[in-house]
Structures are given as structure tokens and as C-alpha cells.
């Protein structure tokens, strides 16, 4: 799974709306290409920056809307401290309840049901596939695959354009590495 890159207003901690990548994600995509390996099959969720980077990765990607960020209903677009700010009973709730969902759109909980069928449908698919998605999708599927509590996910950083790589023998997955980075040049080095 690769996390789609930054844009403007996640990289002033505000909610996912659907807006496009910025410039230095479109360019650290492009750089990773080489990166990758081949796919039997190339996913993508349906919000803009997840299309925009598999764009710019050279991916040739089919829509898959298991794969879209968690819906944040009316904090989308806006800052966590400006919601905090206005209601900090709903930020609490959000962040020690799974079932929460105080912005009228989609539980944690939720999100973790739609990941864990993602990955039970994934594991009968013979080949390599590569999805493009979102933090929240990635946390939710690393959790389904270690088994771990809800609450677990947020301890999970997962950076703009990150791999995290899970392998399957077709009965099991297991995590086999998270938080592979972009390269943070754009440009290859001239010594």
C-alpha cells in the first residue's frame, strides 16, 4: 500500500477534503517510480490526491472505492485545532471511542471493517497488487493484520507516499515492512 501524498491543507493538519496533491508531492511521486515493483494489479481510492499519485507513480490504476479516506463529514477541510477549539467533547470522543463518529461521517471502527474486507478479499488474489490509499485505510489494514485493538492505530504514523508492504502465503498476511519513504531529494544527486 502506498499512502497518498501530501497536499496543501494536510500539511496544515486539517481534515482530508478532496484536493489535489501539492507541487513537492507530485515531484517525490515521480521520483519513486523506479521503486516499485511490477503489479498484477494497480488499486486506487477515489479521492483526487490518491489518483494524482498514482498519476504521477505511472500507474495504471483501477478505482476501487474500499480504498477511500475515512469520511470526516463536517470537520473536512478544517484544522484539528480549529475543531478542537470548538468542540473538544467530539475530538475526545473521536479519539477514544472506534465507534465515534461526533463529524457525521465514518467511525474508526467503520474504516477497520472496511480495511479488513479489503485484505480478506486480497489474500485469495493470486499475484502482486499495489493499492494507493490513505493513513487511515494503511493503519486499519496494519491493525486487521496483527490482530491489534482499534485504539493501537493511534500510535501509527504513516507519512505522504510511504510503502508499507504486506505478504501473503493465500491463508495469512503478515507485515512485512511499514514506513518505507520516498526518496526526500526530488533530484539525483551530482557530487
Given amino acids: 500500500m502506498i499512502c497518498a501524498g501530501a497536499t496543501a491543507a494536510t500539511r496544515k493538519g486539517s481534515f482530508p477534503s478532496d484536493e489535489p496533491l501539492e507541487p513537492r508531492s507530485l515531484t517525490?511521486?515521480?521520483?519513486?517510480?523506479?521503486?516499485?515493483?511490477?503489479?498484477?494489479?494497480?488499486?486506487?481510492?477515489?479521492?483526487?490526491?490518491?489518483?494524482?499519485t498514482a498519476e504521477a507513480l505511472s500507474l495504471d490504476a483501477s478505482v476501487d472505492p474500499t480504498l477511500a479516506d475515512q469520511n470526516c463529514g463536517r470537520w473536512a477541510g478544517k484544522s484539528f485545532d480549529e475543531v478542537q477549539a470548538l468542540h473538544p467533547d467530539e475530538i475526545v470522543a473521536w479519539r477514544t471511542n472506534p465507534n465515534a463518529a461526533p463529524h457525521?461521517?465514518?467511525?474508526?471502527?467503520?474504516?477497520?471493517?472496511?480495511?479488513?474486507?479489503?485484505?480478506?478479499?486480497?489474500?485469495?488474489?493470486?499475484?502482486?497488487?499495489?493499492a494507493v490509499t490513505h493513513a487511515s485505510v494503511i493503519r486499519a489494514a496494519i491493525l486487521h493484520v496483527l490482530?491489534?485493538?482499534?485504539?493501537?492505530?493511534?500510535?501509527?504514523?504513516i507519512e505522504p507516499l510511504s510503502i508499507t508492504d504486506?505478504?501473503?502465503?493465500?491463508?495469512?498476511?503478515?507485515?512485512?515492512?511499514?514506513?518505507?519513504?520516498?526518496?526526500?531529494?526530488?533530484?539525483?544527486?551530482?557530487d
Fill in 147 to 157: 490482530s491489534a485493538p482499534l485504539a493501537a492505530g493511534w500510535k501509527i504514523d
Fill in 104 to 130: 457525521g461521517g465514518e467511525s474508526l471502527a467503520e474504516i477497520a471493517q472496511r480495511a479488513a474486507g479489503l485484505m480478506d478479499r486480497l489474500i485469495a488474489e493470486r499475484g502482486h497488487t499495489i
Fill in 166 to 190: 504486506f505478504r501473503s502465503d493465500g491463508r495469512r498476511w503478515v507485515l512485512r515492512a511499514c514506513g518505507v519513504s520516498a526518496p526526500k531529494r526530488a533530484s539525483p544527486r551530482r
Fill in 28 to 52: 517525490l511521486a515521480k521520483a519513486m517510480r523506479g521503486m516499485l515493483r511490477r503489479a498484477d494489479r494497480v488499486l486506487t481510492g477515489p479521492a483526487l490526491r490518491a489518483c494524482q
